[in-house]
């Protein structure tokens, strides 16, 4: 047994994430329906070389050998997601026998191999049909839509998973798909983000609501993303800037699934465009969670006025909605950056932690996603993936500080990701993974970070 400077840990799950979307490919396979993704994909000048997840890392055939890589990385668990259209391809209807037996196979082989499912329903890969026959997440039907489906994944899954989590990520759902419009359905403006967000928050309530009257057993959670935001000064007006810009971010979804309403600066400063729970909703919303979930990759300062430094980075980070929190953001210039230019601060993740704690106490939280995007035009760049390393040393290092020296009860880390994927908008040219994915034929070779993480996992088991 290895001992660090933060003792041993027990009780506690060290894994890796992916989604489905990103890793599965046999799009056509099994019944499947097409997706939001699917279809975005197609449309010129969306997503970069106009790429798509037709085949991604293939994991829809070769899982096992994904499995066995887990098992030597010697993660005790594993973050995943259910494409929806797999499930039911129109996102309604009786259950798909074939989408329900690929879960199966992959579950079961998991808890063979002593890794624990945690399974995401909505990891973003929306049914198409929802969203072209019923407007997706603007319309409130999908709330019951989603707790159906959500519904057949506990029967047909429940006897074996006991960790859940409902949505993977809304703010981007919202933010991106409805703000800013660079993800499906690709809308604009500064009103449906907020309607969507409040569907969303609706859906997951629903959903959690039938987990826990249909009593499966186990726990269930959301996955919101947030970075930190550091006061620029120590200025009552920038400590101000730097707490409503969090509260914005990662309050705006967690807030009414602990307290049931919005954070108060945001119902000032949104006005009639944010959505009111009805008291109804509240209900359902409100103590919605056994646990949080927290997907961090950056930190940026936060204050009231442009800083005189020039080191100001306009509205970027603000998700397009800037003028609602009216924060002013920017970099030191002594922080490295990952290849999506998002900043490497392990400092503002245990700060980020300790303001969660703080602000929802008593609930236990698991890093659901943590990871670094490094340029690795070739194998052998891949292979010496140092700043990777170096990312996940002083990243988990903040997280055991935070558990063990602030008393933050976190209780699981996920990295993202397990290996090479397709990006999003970036199709496959930036790169997370622990695995280099061989572009062409698929090979999967462990990274430098792979050792590494096995040896903090070995070190902290
Ligand atoms: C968060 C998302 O959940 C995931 O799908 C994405 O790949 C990573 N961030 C990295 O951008």
Redesign the pocket.
């Known amino acids: 047994m290895c001992f660090t400077k933060f003792g041993t840990i027990t009780n506690f799950f060290w894994g890796t994430a992916t ?1 489905s979307y ?1 890793i599965e490919g046999g799009v056509s396979e099994g019944g499947r329906g097409w997706s939001v993704w699917d279809a975005f994909c197609r449309i010129p000048g969306r997503v970069r070389d106009m790429s798509n997840g037709d085949i991604a890392c293939d994991s829809y055939h070769r899982f096992p050998e994904d499995v066995a890589m887990m098992k030597q990385l010697g993660v005790n668990a594993y973050r995943f997601s259910i494409a929806w259209p797999r499930i039911q391809s129109t996102g309604r209807g009786e259950a798909n026998p074939d989408g329900i037996a690929y879960y199966n196979r992959l579950i079961d082989l998991l808890l063979e191999n002593g890794i624990t499912p945690f399974i995401t329903l909505y ?1 973003w890969d929306l049914p198409l049909d929802l969203e072209m026959a019923h407007d997706g997440w603007l319309n409130p039907q999908i709330t019951d839509d989603f707790a159906a489906y959500a519904e057949l994944c506990f029967k047909a899954f429940g006897d074996r998973v006991k960790h859940w989590i409902t949505l ?2 809304p703010w981007c759902v919202s933010v991106l798909g409805y703000g800013s419009g660079g993800f499906p359905p690709g809308r604009t403006g500064d009103t449906e983000p907020y309607i969507v967000a409040h569907h969303l928050l609706l859906a997951h309530g629903k959903a959690v609501r039938r987990f826990r009257e249909g009593g499966y057993g186990g726990s269930i959670g959301i996955s919101n ?1 947030c970075d930190w935001r550091e006061p620029l000064t120590d200025s009552p007006e920038d400590r101000a800037a730097a707490q409503r810009a969090v509260e914005f971010f990662y309050g705006w979804f967690t807030d009414p699934v602990v307290f049931g309403d919005y954070p108060a600066v945001m119902r000032e400063r949104v006005g009639a465009r944010l959505p009111q729970f009805t008291a109804e909703e509240r209900a359902l919303v409100k103590g919605s969670a056994d646990f949080l979930g927290l ?1 961090h ?1 950056s930190t940026l300062y936060a204050s009231e006025t442009p800083p005189e430094n020039g080191n100001d980075i306009g509205a970027n980070g603000n998700g397009g909605m800037s003028d609602d929190q009216q924060v002013c953001l920017s970099v030191s210039p002594d922080w490295e950056q990952t290849d ?1 230019q998002w900043n490497i601060v392990p400092w503002g993740f245990r700060k980020l932690l300790n303001w969660i704690a703080d602000r929802y106490k008593g609930y236990p939280v698991y890093v659901t ?1 943590n990871g670094c995007a490094c340029p690795e035009p070739d194998a052998m760049s891949a292979q010496h993936d140092d700043q990777r390393c170096r990312f996940l040393k002083g990243y988990t290092d903040a997280m055991l500080a935070a558990r063990k020296e602030d008393g933050i009860d976190v209780r699981g880390y996920f990295c ?2 397990l290996m090479d994927n397709f ?2 908008t970036h199709g496959y040219h930036k790169r ?1 993974g622990l695995i280099r994915v061989t572009p062409g034929n698929l090979e999967r070779i462990p990274k430098a970070s792979f050792y590494v993480y096995r040896e903090i996992i070995q070190a902290n088991r």
Do not use: G, I, P
Request: aromatic share 20%.
């Open positions: 989604s990103q990891h993977n990520e993303n997907n990759y999506m996603e993202w990701c990006e999003w997370l």
